[in-house]
């Protein structure tokens, strides 16, 4: 296939920075797990990690451990993209993804698929790489 | 209390009629001699000329693309002390929302007369690849949210014009070919315009033809990246009418945002233009079908159809069928001609379009259009789309008749 060279060298410029509120997210991918926030209050989920709920406002965040099953709202097929080391993975897949959870929506690579079978209203499920010994970063699949 | 509290109504007694006055445009598009600041300073200077006034009647000044206090720089560049300064940054439409803010303070009297003040050497300082060089933020930049979501995943910023385009022909149906022929039409506007970069006809054929940059955008679907500056001066409608040329009013203004990132970008289909197009029509007291030209931000080709259909001139989803119909409702034989002088998509786009796309429609309403006049034209409105179809000004111009 065309896409889906090799994204397991991550340079150190890209690795994960995890701040005061995301930490939780970053080591649970680096465990295989894809943590989102969802909100006790409203009942629906968010991602990427903030203080307050970003549907209600409230600030009743619990960190739950998503199924990793979602819906590929948009995608687009990258062909240039001059940043090594992206420039040496073209072509490739990103997308926006709907995960199973209400309201929680990833922006996502997804090297695995081939640009050619990429569709909107796909179903994908998480993939996880590692991003160094703690971190790792969120890819997404076609499902079986 | 009933109805409206009293400092309402003899706020609104104050209000005074706001008009453009002066125009400048910098050379262009490519002026490897010039940096950004240069390129301000001589559209600030070509603008003055072109209202009759002097650097001492500009009492506000309004700038943005260069990080904090760029303005205040650009003053002291300028030789300007001014008492009303403005830098709303959010991207290329921050210029629709100079206008919209520089309007609402002239109106109320806290300024007489404002510059807004633009340019960028982009071209010969950064070359050709820039949109394509990452979602944002390089090598060894600190990401801020939520970029440091988007970056790692290779996104670049035409990939995320790409995902919302992809997603409207998923919803309606929309033909890459319909997205082709905004390229096409807006080209034959540029091939009348001496200041394009590029003016040489070209097909669907040729765009559909050329090579995807992220699906479905091609590299004829893009803006182009040039060099150049942009200046507009605004004034009171008193002061307006003992300068040089016929005013042009602005009749309404508007702006939002929905999102930052694409991915938060809720509905890819709609964007923040539903709410500011509305709101600034109704200042204005028009419909759709009132505005004779139109200044669009033509980032990509979506950018284009998209605000089309979110401004009300044609219906959600049909945008597609409205730039194709009628041989053409962008060209200047159509129902709409829109980017008159060749758009960011053949003519101009350094780094950011918005304040090009004011000074275009100031032209299109004096008669100065040259080769591209839209023939009588009263209404034109300028609409500014920036970041990652994020943030939305509409600003609604007219002639003092209109």
């Known amino acids: 296939m065309d896409g889906g060279n090799d994204w397991s060298d991550i340079p150190k410029w890209l690795m994960p920075r995890p701040g005061l509120v995301d ?82 929506r990833m922006i996502a690579a997804m090297p695995q698929v081939d640009p050619a079978d990429a569709r909107v209203g796909m179903r994908v499920r998480a993939a996880f790489r590692r991003a160094g010994d703690e971190y790792g970063f969120v890819d997404f699949a076609a499902a079986d | ?12 007694a104050v209000q005074r009629g706001v008009c453009i006055v ?64 403005e830098s ?28 807004i003040v633009y340019g960028n050497n982009q071209l010969s300082a950064s070359g050709r690849t820039l949109g394509t060089g990452g979602g944002g933020g390089g090598r060894g930049m600190s990401l801020p949210l939520p970029m440091s979501y988007e970056f790692p995943t290779g996104l670049t910023l035409v990939g995320a014009y790409a995902m919302a385009a992809q997603r409207h022909m998923h919803e309606f149906g929309t033909k890459p070919e319909q997205l082709a022929s905004i390229a096409v039409q807006t080209r034959e506007h540029a091939a009348r315009n001496p200041r394009a970069m590029y003016r040489d006809p070209i097909t669907v054929d040729d765009v559909m033809t050329s090579r995807l940059v992220a ?36 009749r ?32 204005a007291g028009i419909t759709p079908a009132d505005v004779d030209m139109f200044a669009m931000y033509d980032s990509f080709t979506y950018t284009v159809l998209v605000v089309l259909e979110d401004l009300g001139f044609a ?67 300028a609409h500014g789309s920036g970041g990652w179809l994020s943030t939305q000004g509409t600003v609604v111009l007219g002639t003092e008749g209109a």
Not at chain 1, 43 to 51: A, C, E, L, S, W
Not at chain 2, 43 to 48: E, T
């Open chain 1, 23 to 104: 930490r939780e997210f970053w080591e649970g991918a680096g465990r295989g797990e894809l943590r989102i926030q969802h909100c006790t209050t409203c009942g629906k989920h968010q991602h990427y990690p903030r203080t307050l709920c970003s549907h209600c406002g409230e600030q009743t965040l619990e960190w739950v451990t998503a199924g990793g099953d979602g819906t590929v709202y948009s995608f687009t097929v990258i062909r240039q993209n001059g940043v090594p080391p992206f420039n040496e993975r073209l072509p490739f897949v990103v997308a926006t993804v709907d995960l199973d959870e209400p309201g929680a």
């Open chain 2, 1 to 12: 209390m009933d109805g409206e509290p009293p400092r309402a109504a003899s706020f609104a």
């Open chain 2, 22 to 85: 002066g125009v400048g445009l910098s050379d262009g598009p490519v002026t490897p001699e010039l940096d950004a600041v240069m390129l301000e300073a001589q559209s600030f200077r070509r603008a003055l000329d072109d209202a009759g006034l002097e650097k001492g009647d500009i009492q506000g000044l309004a700038s943005a693309g260069y990080g904090g206090m760029h303005e205040v720089a650009l003053a002291e560049y300028l030789g300007l002390t001014p008492r009303w300064l």
């Open chain 2, 88 to 115: 709303s940054s959010v991207g290329g439409s921050s210029f629709e929302f100079h206008a919209m803010h520089a309007y609402r303070a002239i109106q109320n009297g806290d300024v007489d007369t404002v510059a």
């Open chain 2, 215 to 250: 699906d479905p955008l091609h590299k004829l679907d893009c803006c182009v990246i040039s060099d150049g500056g942009c200046c507009l001066v605004l004034t009171t409608e008193e002061r307006a009418r003992d300068l040089a040329h016929r005013p042009v009013y602005v």
């Open chain 2, 252 to 283: 309404g203004a508007a702006g939002g945002t929905t999102h930052h990132s694409i991915a938060a970008m809720a509905d890819m289909t709609r964007t923040a233009a539903a709410v500011s197009g509305p709101k600034a029509f109704a200042e």
């Open chain 2, 315 to 381: 219906p959600k989803g049909e945008g597609g069928a409205f730039v194709t119909d009628n041989g053409g409702n962008l060209r200047l034989s159509g129902a709409l001609p829109t980017n008159t002088d060749g758009g960011g998509l053949s003519c101009t786009h350094p780094g950011m379009r918005g304040l090009f796309l004011l000074c275009e429609a100031t032209r299109q309403l004096r008669g100065e259009a040259g080769d591209s006049q839209v023939a009588g034209a009263e209404i034109a409105v």
